[in-house]
């Protein structure tokens, strides 16, 4: 199983970005998704997660301005992050709790990271 994340760029303070994580491999089910990010000099930090039934939680730092969704049909979730700041500049990465088969345990998983950087 492997999460590849993808959509990061540089973008100007005030313009928007929208972030992929497509899960591939032997995979039975996906449960909770969510996406990291860790700035320079930073601890990494939970942006925002979403369940397999379409909870939502979010960052203090980023309600009103980030939406995380989720296609379970394409094993992919997306993170749109809009009236981006130069404080969102960081990594993102991509965290999911997949099942290989049925009878399988749940095992957690990270993406590679993409990077997000934001001028003033």
């Known amino acids: 199983v492997q999460l590849q994340a993808s959509g990061g760029g540089l973008v100007q303070a005030g313009e928007s970005l929208r972030l992929s994580c497509a899960a591939s491999g032997s995979i039975f089910s996906i449960n909770a998704m969510s996406w990291y990010r860790r700035a320079p000099g930073k601890q990494r930090e939970l942006v925002a997660g979403?369940?397999?039934?379409?909870?939502?939680n979010y960052a203090d730092s980023v309600k009103g301005r980030f939406t995380i969704s989720r296609d379970n049909a394409k094993n992919t979730m997306y993170l749109q992050m809009n009236s981006l700041k130069p404080e969102d500049t960081a990594v993102y990465y991509c965290?999911?709790?997949?099942?290989?088969?049925?009878?399988?345990?749940?095992?957690?998983?990270w993406g590679q990271g993409t990077q997000v950087t934001v001028s003033s």
């Open positions: 965290n999911a709790n997949i099942k290989r088969s049925l009878f399988d345990q749940l095992y957690n998983y």
């Open positions: 979403i369940t397999s039934g379409g909870s939502t």
